[in-house]
Structure formats: C-alpha cells, structure tokens
C-alpha cells in the first residue's frame, strides 16, 4: 500500500499562490494516477485534478480549471499541485491520493493525512 505525505499548505492571501507537494513511498509510483481532492467545513469532499502515470494526462475540476495546476515527477516518487489565483472558497484540507492504474481518472484511491490550506480575503 503506498503511503502519501503531502506538504506546503499554508494560510495566503486571496489572489496569492501555494505549491503542494506530495511524496510516495511506493517504488512503483510510476505505475499510479496520482491526484488531489479536497474538503471545505461542513462540504463534501472534492475532486482537483490528476494526472496519468507519465504525466501526458491531467483532468481538474470545474471550480479549479485554469487556476490549478497537477504534475509529477517520477524519479522523485512526487506529484505537485500549483494553486494561483487563490480565492477563500478555496480553502480546505487537500487530500493526495494515489490510484495503481493505467489511465487518470481516480478510482480507487489510496488517501494521504492532508494539508490545510487557508485563503484569506
């Protein structure tokens, strides 16, 4: 089972950017999607993107397209989650998960502790 440690949260101003970062500890990380959902106070959880084993293919969510961007890097078992144009609806604990398929849609995941990420305004 792979085990996910994600960092870089924060508190930022609205408008302002973080990078989060999540590190694997599977030796066969390339043979996962990897992605990240959230979970506001009293929301549901959410899907933010993902991205295919070798990176060729991302999907986002509606409410982040344009302003997040998800990538990888294999030979550092780390996936990244670029957030510009933060705004308070976007806070919420980011969650990385892990998924051991082909494609980059995520199914079945396998869910780090998460990191919260607060946007003031």
């Known amino acids: 089972q792979v085990q996910l440690v994600e960092s870089g949260g924060g508190s930022v101003q609205a408008g302002g950017s973080l990078t989060l970062s999540c590190a694997a500890s599977e030796p066969s990380f390339d043979s996962y999607a990897m992605g990240w959902f959230r979970q506001a106070p009293m929301k549901e959880r959410e899907f933010v993107a993902s991205?295919?084993?070798?990176?060729?293919?991302?999907i986002y969510g509606t409410s982040v397209k344009g302003r997040f961007t998800v990538s990888r890097d294999n030979a550092k078992r780390t996936v990244y989650l670029r957030m510009n144009m933060l705004k308070p609806d976007d806070t919420a604990v980011y969650y990385c998960?892990?998924?051991?398929?082909?494609?980059?849609?995520?199914?079945?995941?396998?869910w780090g502790q998460g990191t919260q990420v607060t946007v003031s305004s």
């Open positions: 998960v892990g998924d051991l398929q082909s494609g980059v849609k995520i199914m079945r995941p396998y």
């Open positions: 991205v295919s084993w070798d990176g060729s293919h991302t």
